[in-house]
């Protein structure tokens, strides 16, 4: 015979987490997700030594660079993203969801509408 099975009691519910420490999280997320491009220059700059800061580039290596670094940033964006995830800091995901997709918006105007 199929009997239905007894309903469970829920568990305890987890400790919920601050509202204010989950801003703080998501604040220095966004700040740090927003500063990666920055890091993200200054290895492009190694990488490519070739490039000099100071001198005007041409329009297809200045979009092409611009989009290699916040290509780059957003890579490094996503480890931190599971990292926060990993170590159960939500507020941190957050904002470096946030500031990743501010990112791809980035890449795709420089892609398809900068000139």
């Known amino acids: 015979m199929n009997r239905p099975s007894p309903q469970r009691r ?4 987890p400790p919920r987490r601050s509202n204010k420490k989950t801003n703080i999280e998501f604040i220095l997320g966004l700040t740090l997700g927003l500063l990666t491009p920055v890091f993200a220059i200054a290895i492009l700059l190694e990488y ?3 490039v000099n800061p100071n001198e005007p580039l041409d329009h297809f290596t200045q979009v092409f ?3 290699r670094v916040i290509i780059f940033a957003v890579v490094l964006n996503a480890a931190v993203f599971f990292a926060g995830l990993r170590f159960n800091r939500e507020g941190l995901s957050r904002g470096i969801l ?3 997709i501010i990112c791809v918006l980035a890449v795709a105007y420089l892609k398809f509408f900068y000139e």
Do not use: K
């Open 98 to 100: 946030i500031a990743c």
């Open 65 to 67: 660079l611009y989009s």
């Open 10 to 13: 829920p568990g305890p519910m």
């Open 48 to 50: 490519y030594p070739r």
